[in-house]
């Protein structure tokens, strides 16, 4: 159980794109989702919390109009990230937790994204 | 402020045992996790302790000890696929994860 997944696994695109990236629990209600980056060689770096159907909290330091996090759902968080530019290109993996703050977060395989 | 600490890297032989410390400083206490991460991959969960002591699971268990701030994974019988980098996470009171910085353990034949 505890089934993360994520789409694409893999984009590339031009600067000034935009790229939304879909984060889906398959066999739970995941009440929060998290967002996570990750540049080479590097530890996880959480970018925003979001709880089904509210607002995402940012962490310090990451621009809410640029990274767009939508919780609509049970099932479902996208991050869209606006206006990509090449410093933006890194790992960007999500992560699931059901309705209890003390449980497990359950990661998706990731999105390796490039911007040229 | 809120601390993890694990050693950057760890090189252990096919077949032995090895263990990967992580001390932590946080505000409040819910929980310490620990995870894999091969690289390019996400991270896969591999344990959860919430009280003190060993938990064994398999090959791999992990121990606990909240007066210590401190808690260490042990992996057994080690195999090649088990190099990888091994990430502490510690729960604080506000349920957040604090995350260590990782540490990538190479295994040699």
């Known amino acids: 159980g505890a089934v993360v997944s994520q789409h694409p696994s893999r984009v590339i695109c031009k600067s000034g794109t935009s790229v939304k990236i879909e984060c889906r629990s398959l066999?739970?209600?995941?009440?929060?989702m998290f967002w996570y980056r990750q540049f080479p060689k590097q530890s996880l770096m959480l970018m925003a919390t979001?709880?089904?159907?509210?607002?995402?909290?940012?962490e310090q330091g990451v621009e809410k109009d640029k990274f767009l996090i939508n919780h609509a759902s049970l099932t479902l968080s996208t991050l869209t990230v606006t206006s990509a530019h090449p410093e933006d290109s890194s790992f960007y993996i999500c992560?699931?937790?059901?309705?209890?703050?003390?449980?497990?977060?359950?990661f998706g395989p990731g999105t390796r994204l490039l911007v040229l | 402020g809120q601390n993890i600490d694990q050693p950057t890297e760890m090189t252990a032989t096919e077949g032995a045992i090895v263990q990967i410390n992580c001390t932590y400083q946080?505000?409040?206490?819910?929980?310490l996790f620990w995870y894999q991460q091969h690289a390019g991959e996400a991270p896969t969960f591999l344990s959860y302790?919430?009280l003190d002591g060993l938990e064994e699971k398999g090959r791999f268990s992990s121990f606990l000890s909240r007066s210590k701030g401190y808690s260490y994974l042990l992996l057994k019988e080690l195999q090649m696929k088990d190099s990888a980098s091994y990430l502490c996470?510690?729960?604080?009171?506000?349920?957040?994860?604090?995350w260590g910085a990782g540490t990538k353990l190479i295994i040699k034949p």
């Open positions: 992560s699931a937790r059901g309705g209890r703050a003390d449980e497990t977060q359950y």
């Open positions: 066999d739970f209600q995941a009440t929060t």
């Open positions: 979001s709880n089904e159907g509210s607002k995402a909290t940012y």
């Open positions: 946080t505000s409040g206490f819910n929980g």
């Open positions: 302790n919430v």
């Open positions: 996470a510690v729960m604080d009171s506000n349920y957040q994860l604090i």
